[in-house]
């Protein structure tokens, strides 16, 4: 499975567009891009995946690069509740696996 | 309703002991897995089961027995418990396709503590 490369840590303001990047630069032809985050004492959240083209859905907004080198999730107007690790995953042909990273640990504040 | 629940939460025993964590899902999916997360927080899958077979073996001791009496259930059972055996465990469960198009969802873990 592809390798990905996410920030340690971002903050954000409350009310205002979290963009997390992702580089994926090993992808290959037929790996989705997945996005999942942990909110503390929880498990792993599904937020979205894409093959290739952009996506949206009522949680976030995945923008995929045309050389499929890396993403970016966007969360449009971010919530002290938005506040958790955040993991960019390249799904590969292993049945079902996901192999997390050390993500990205999203602060939100007021 | 939960969508994928486990239990017990919290889990507490002593070395040498076995117990068993229980993890069911109520999505109608036919794929489960058991993930790892240790104390510096990375998370690891252990097993993958698909109807009832088991398809991923990551290297996980033979102490740790999955069982999955159905696809809607896929227990955990861990003999000889030992230290390093504290974590937190997670139960998820996916609908399989070839295209990898299907996302899992997790339950919210077992928090395990050896003592």
């Known amino acids: 499975d592809a390798k990905t490369t996410q920030p340690t840590s971002m903050d954000c303001a409350e009310g205002r567009a979290a963009n997390l990047p992702c580089n994926h630069s090993?992808?290959?032809?037929?790996?989705?891009v997945y996005w999942y985050r942990q909110i503390h004492s929880q498990g792993p959240q599904y937020i979205i995946h894409g093959l290739k083209n952009n996506e949206t859905n009522e949680m976030a907004s995945l923008i995929i690069t045309e050389d499929r080198k890396s993403s970016t999730l966007i969360l449009p107007h971010a919530t002290l509740r938005d506040t958790a690790v955040y993991y960019c995953i390249v799904r590969g042909t292993s049945y079902g696996k996901l192999t997390f990273g050390q993500g990205t640990i999203l602060t939100v504040h007021p | 309703d939960t969508a994928v629940s486990q239990t017990p939460k919290y889990l507490v025993t002593q070395m040498g002991n076995d117990k068993s964590i229980k993890c069911e899902q109520n999505?109608?999916?036919?794929?489960m897995y058991w993930y790892k997360q240790d104390s510096k927080k990375f998370l690891k899958i252990m097993f993958s089961y698909n109807n009832k077979e088991l398809i991923i073996n990551e290297t996980v001791p033979n102490r740790f027995s999955p069982k999955s009496p159905d696809k809607a259930h896929l227990n955990l059972h861990i003999n000889s418990l030992e230290l390093g055996d504290s974590a937190v465990y997670f139960c998820?469960?996916?609908?399989?396709?070839?295209?990898?198009?299907?996302?899992?969802?997790f339950g919210d873990g077992t928090r395990l503590s050896i003592l």
């Open positions: 998820a469960s996916s609908q399989s396709d070839q295209g990898h198009n299907q996302p899992q969802h």
């Open positions: 999505l109608g999916h036919d794929t």
């Open positions: 090993t992808i290959s032809g037929n790996e989705y």
